[in-house]
């Protein structure tokens, strides 16, 4: 079982930054990896970035690429997102998850609660 803690979700203004932050206890697997995902009002979740525990590696969803890095603290356990240039279509729950998975929801096993994000115009 993993358990998962995200946090740092908050009001901004368009161009601001935010970090989240997504802590990890339990039985965490190296072979796994931490996605965040975000979801908006009357839509379905999509897919943001992933790491790799492993290596390190990442993938970013098209429409935050060059604006949000994903990086991982082994020692801490916990995994961050660094939100930059933030726009109002930013605006959703983010939610971190762990799983043997990349992009699809249905890959992962284990979710945090979600960390509200909103950015105004």
């Known amino acids: 079982q993993v358990q998962l803690v995200d946090s740092g979700g908050g009001l901004v203004q368009a161009g601001e930054s935010l970090r989240l932050s997504c802590a990890a206890s339990?039985?965490?697997?190296?072979?796994?990896?931490i996605g965040w995902f975000r979801q908006a009002p009357g839509k379905e979740r999509e897919f943001v970035a992933v790491i790799s525990w492993s290596d390190g590696s990442t993938n970013y969803a098209d429409s935050v690429k060059g604006r949000f890095t994903i990086s991982k603290d082994n020692a801490k356990a916990t995994v961050y997102l660094q939100m930059n240039s933030l726009k109002p279509e930013d605006t959703a729950v983010y939610y971190c998850?762990?799983?043997?998975?990349?992009?699809?929801?249905?890959?992962?096993?284990?979710w945090g609660q979600g960390t509200q994000v909103t950015v105004s115009s």
């Open positions: 998850a762990s799983g043997l998975g990349r992009y699809s929801t249905s890959q992962y096993q284990f």
């Open positions: 339990g039985r965490t697997f190296s072979s796994y990896v």
